[in-house]
């Protein structure tokens, strides 16, 4: 579902797969431990492999965002794959992901 790998500035995650309620609230608890506990800058969340995310996903990724706004690490989505771009576009997230909006 995720890897994680760092630079000592940027944390980075790799999400895969089909994100939805049976994941939200793993992706969610995970990241945002991550994000709190660390030094890290920038969580950075790759979802080109995610193939689809619903609104429970998108969810856990806006209460990750905030989590991490809190501690002082700022998050951005990237590579999203069209599922994602299609939901964060609809949903109006764009701004909040930093995202273009079309």
Known sequence: MYETSNDGVTLRAALSG?????????VRDNLAAAAKASTYQ??????????LMDSYALGALVSVRNTA????????????SPPVAKAIQVTGLSDVFGLPTE
């Open 69 to 80: 706004a809190a501690a002082g690490v700022t998050v951005t989505l990237v590579n999203p």
């Open 18 to 26: 089909e994100l939805d309620l049976r994941d939200a609230d793993e």
């Open 42 to 51: 920038v969580l950075q969340i790759d979802v080109s492999e995610v193939t």
